[in-house]
């Protein structure tokens, strides 16, 4: 446990300096080199290229991805001691001191760099850039659940997750049977995604039949007010009644499937062995070696798409890539950001973590 005073380098990050091999075998299979002040790799330009060009290099090879996968990882616990010591982190809802967070950054670090590596040939990623996209995610937190069901430190749903051979809980007819806990509820996800297209059939239904509110406000009062019987109204209500029955269940449905995730996850361990094979055989999104690459593999492909554009790259990743797109000739092949205000907001976080871990790196 750390105090909330700020301590000297050489002594507040002891486990740093010992990667405490025998917990993250399962997680890590080989210790990441820690470098002496000597070897200390080259500082790191905090500047954002907006533009991400194919000929940037990630320190991500030979000795230098070790050094630098150390590096990042002391940066990312610099800036958020910096900035909740002694009060409780988001999506975590714990106390700074109370967690683990440097056993969990490490592992992490290590993973994007390894991710990083793998996609080169796609297109280089940053990896400061991924770690400040996992914090603006899940702060860290390998068991966070959305309300949208998005799983894990880089919150894959289940349909994306499945596209990156990643298993997620209900995809084998096991996890709807003891010992899984509430087996009962493994089937509401299904359920909740059947509502839901079914809620939104009866959102367009209900608009095409009143068209804009403050015209069928109008509609209404005025033939109550000249004593008319206005037929599409009778429709209006037995839809809006529809909809309205089908958003209960499927907050129902929701509210079951994530008592079911909820207590198939806690108390779990990813650092224990037994906990590490329960949750590779139950969901993957949770553990790092497969989200974290998957999360990288995304981003270059994002990248990619959109010659480099790291805004549009990054909001790909909120709002879907395809809202990404511009239909202006000179702009078309950038992309643009999509006006969303969640994916606003969260590109914005992004680029600030970024900026923040880049500049302890340096």
């Known amino acids: 446990m750390r105090t909330q005073h700020h301590v000297p380098d050489t002594s507040r990050r002891k486990a740093l300096k010992s ?107 940053d990896p400061a850039w991924v770690a400040g996209q996992i914090m603006a995610e899940s702060f860290f937190y390998e068991f966070a659940v959305s309300w949208a069901f998005a799983v894990g430190p880089c919150q894959f749903i289940s349909s994306t997750a499945s596209r990156y051979d990643m298993l997620c809980a209900t995809d084998r007819s096991a996890h709807a049977h003891a010992p899984y806990k509430h087996p009962e509820y493994a089937g509401e996800l299904a359920r909740y995604y059947d509502l839901r297209s079914k809620w939104k059939r009866a959102r367009r239904l209900r608009t095409k039949i009143g068209g804009d509110r403050g015209e069928l406000l109008r509609t209404a009062l005025t033939a109550a007010r000249d004593g008319k019987r206005l037929d599409m109204a009778d429709k209006y209500l037995r839809v809006d009644d529809l909809a309205q029955d089908l958003y209960d ?48 593999l995304m981003l270059a492909r994002h990248l990619r798409a959109r010659s480099g554009n790291i805004i549009a790259a990054t909001a790909g990743y909120n709002a879907g890539l395809k809202n990404t797109r511009t239909s202006e000739r000179i702009y078309s092949r950038y992309g643009r950001l999509p006006t969303f205000s969640e994916t606003v907001t969260y590109v914005s976080r992004v680029f600030i973590n970024h900026h923040e871990i880049v500049s302890r790196i340096s």
């Open 249 to 296: 269940q499927m907050k129902e449905a929701r509210s079951r499937f994530r008592t079911y995730m909820q207590a198939n996850l806690e108390g779990r361990d990813i650092f224990n062995s037994r906990d590490f094979d329960f949750l590779m055989n139950f969901d993957q999104r949770v553990v790092y070696s497969k989200p974290i690459p998957a999360m990288v």
């Open 19 to 125: 990667l405490m091999a025998a917990s993250l075998l399962p997680l890590v299979g080989t210790a990441v080199a820690r470098p002496s002040p000597a070897e200390a790799a080259p500082a790191v330009d905090p500047a954002v290229n907006i533009i991400v060009p194919t000929c940037y290099a990630p320190p991500v090879e030979g000795e230098d991805a070790g050094r630098y996968s150390w590096r990042l990882a002391k940066a990312v616990l610099d800036f958020i001691e910096d900035n909740y010591a002694g009060r409780k982190l988001p999506i975590w809802k714990r106390r700074f001191e109370d967690i683990d967070l440097e056993k969990r950054i490490t592992n992490i670090c290590y993973w994007i760099v390894e991710g990083v590596r793998e996609a080169k040939d796609i297109y280089p990623v």
